[in-house]
């Protein structure tokens, strides 16, 4: 039987629930094919780069760098893990359960609306209320 590793606190404060997300940043990184598949690896899980990298067959640099722009949008944390033979290691879980987008105003706009859209883009981070 294969036991999860202790987790430490992380090493920096929990974002908050309502934490202000950049629109155009978060869409550009999920706009991202390596970001997107960072993401879809982690799932519900907590894993290190390194696992992040091998079942993604991205680089490792390549996770990283990604890694470091989802931590700055709010979008995953940082943990530290021990492992069995005593190694700390850090990994990384998504700590948001969703995304909600709008496009402007869609309840004052009729059925059938035109691309030429006014309005701001809103853009909301569903998190866990823990």
Same mark, same amino acid.
């Given at each position: ?9 992380p090493? @920096?404060?929990s ?9 155009? @940043? ?8 390596y ?6 690896a ?16 991205i ?7 990604r890694?470091d ?10 943990t530290?893990?021990v492992?069995?033979d005593?190694?700390?290691? @850090? ?6 359960d ?8 869609? $309840?004052? @706009? ?7 859209? $006014? ?10 209320s823990t």
């Amino acid at each position: 039987m294969v036991t999860s590793p202790p987790t430490l606190s992380p090493s @920096q404060e929990s974002p908050s629930d309502d934490r202000l997300v950049d629109p155009e @940043q978060l869409l550009t990184l999920l706009g991202d094919e390596y970001t997107r598949a960072i993401i879809d690896a982690l799932g519900t899980e907590s894993l290190p780069a390194r696992e992040i990298a091998s079942r993604t067959e991205i680089s490792r640099p390549t996770v990283y760098r990604r890694l470091d722009r989802l931590e700055t949008a709010g979008v995953v944390e940082p943990t530290m893990t021990v492992d069995p033979d005593g190694h700390h290691r @850090q990994a990384f879980e998504v700590v948001i359960d969703g995304l909600e987008l709008s496009l402007g105003d869609t $309840a004052a @706009q009729p059925a059938t609306t035109t691309t030429d859209i $006014a309005s701001p883009i809103t853009l909301s981070v569903l998190s866990d209320s823990t």
